[in-house]
Structures are given as C-alpha cells and as structure tokens.
C-alpha cells in the first residue's frame, strides 16, 4: 500500500521558475527522503530529511517537513529544462527490524524551455 | 552515472520461456533489492536481501524467483510470466538493511516485455 501521496500529479513550469510538489503520509517515520527519476531510468536520490528536522537544503533544493501535518514538500529553484522528470518521496517507518522504503505516488515535473 | 549495473536494458521473452536479470554493485552494499515499476507508477518492493539471505518476500508469485549468489550480485530469474508482468525492473542496494537513513542506490532497470 502507498504510505506517500504525492500532489500535484502533474506539473508544468517556464524555466526560471520555482518548482513546489507535496508529500503527505500516513504513519509516523524516521526519514522522509526524495528521489528523481528521468523516463525510463532509475531513480536518484536527491535529499533526506530525518523525522527531527524541518528544513533542509541542498543547491537548488529545499525540504521542509511537518511531523505534525505528516507532510513535505520539496522545493526546486530556478528550473531547468533538465529538471524534467517525476520526482517521488518515500518515507521510512521508525523500528528496529528490517523495514522499507514506501514510495509516493510521484509528481511529473515537465520544465518548459 | 550509477553504481548498480543492470543486464540486460531490454528484454522481451514469451510466456513460456525461462531467462534472467542480473544485478551487480561494487559498493559494498549488504542489502540489495528488487523493485518492479508499471508506467506512470511508484516502484513497488519484491524482495530483499540482506547479507546475501532473503529477508522480505512481498508475496511476489513463484514465477519470480530471486538468487543472491555473493554480496555484489542479484538475479532474478523469471519462468512462465504473463503479460502483465511487462514492466521496469529496479535492482537496488544500501549500505544495510533500510533503517535509520540509508539511502538507497538503484540501477538504471530492465525493461521487461512478455508476449
């Protein structure tokens, strides 16, 4: 079952401008992390946030979270045409036995030149 | 440029036919990883193994059977599928088992079609 639900599905910018999807979820966590994933590749990790942080950056990258609403939401700066892609969050819960990743449903991103 | 190599980048076999994906990472990573990924979806979780023994099954039916020979390589070996087992799949692996912020690394996939 997805942990994470993504929104907006679908998004379509100009170049220059800034990029904001979500990530709401549904149990506690211990990190929440984001991924890329151009067409057809595999997916690339851009940034964790761990459960204690509400904010964190990295480039053209800003996290926020907030345990209290069991959300994120990432950030992108100043976009690119490379940008293009579907960007997923995925959450993992707290415990000390195996456990795994649980993706959101995903956000396609599609910079306009 | 990924650290987890996949083999191969496109397959396309009948329903009747029995081959194998193949996974190999050179970063140490004692978990590893198979995810299947349909257009337009998340990737869902196969399986996973860690330090080279099966710790989770996600009820993936036995038409998929997973091997872990050594720590640096995956297989999957398929037998009998269906169409609608066409999909991307994602070989992936970390440093550990997933816990407390591990990343996890993916291969670039294969893509599978069946006929």
């Known amino acids: 079952s997805q942990q994470g639900e993504e929104d907006p599905q679908a998004l379509s910018i100009q170049e220059g401008e800034n990029a904001t999807m979500n990530c709401s979820y549904k149990?506690?966590?211990?990190?929440l992390q984001w991924y890329r994933q151009n067409s057809g590749r595999g997916l690339v990790h851009l940034i964790l946030i761990r459960s204690n942080e509400r904010e964190k950056h990295s480039g053209r990258l800003r996290v926020t979270l907030d345990t209290s609403k069991k959300s994120s939401s990432l950030l992108i700066t100043a976009s690119r045409a490379a940008d293009t892609a579907s960007y997923f969050c995925?959450?993992?819960?707290?415990?000390?036995?195996?456990?795994?990743?649980?993706f959101g449903s995903g956000t396609q991103l599609t910079v306009l030149p | 440029d990924t650290e987890v190599t996949q083999t191969p980048k496109h397959l396309v076999m009948g329903m009747t036919n029995k081959k194998s994906l193949k996974c190999e990472q050179h970063?140490?990573?004692?978990?590893m990883y198979w995810y299947k990924q349909k257009a337009k979806k998340p990737p869902e979780l196969m399986f996973v193994?860690?330090?080279?023994?099966?710790?989770i099954n996600e009820s993936v039916p036995s038409r998929f059977s997973p091997e872990c020979p050594n720590s640096s390589l995956l297989n999957l070996h398929l037998h009998a599928l269906q169409p609608e087992d066409s999909a991307l799949y994602l070989c992936?692996?970390?440093?550990?088992?997933?816990?407390?912020?591990?990343?996890?690394?993916f291969g670039e996939g294969s893509w599978l079609t069946v006929v």
């Open positions: 970063m140490g990573h004692r978990a």
């Open positions: 992936a692996s970390s440093p550990k088992r997933v816990n407390s912020g591990n990343t996890i690394y």
């Open positions: 193994y860690s330090y080279e023994k099966l710790s």
């Open positions: 995925a959450t993992d819960p707290p415990g000390g036995s195996a456990r795994q990743l649980t």
């Open positions: 149990t506690s966590i211990n990190n």
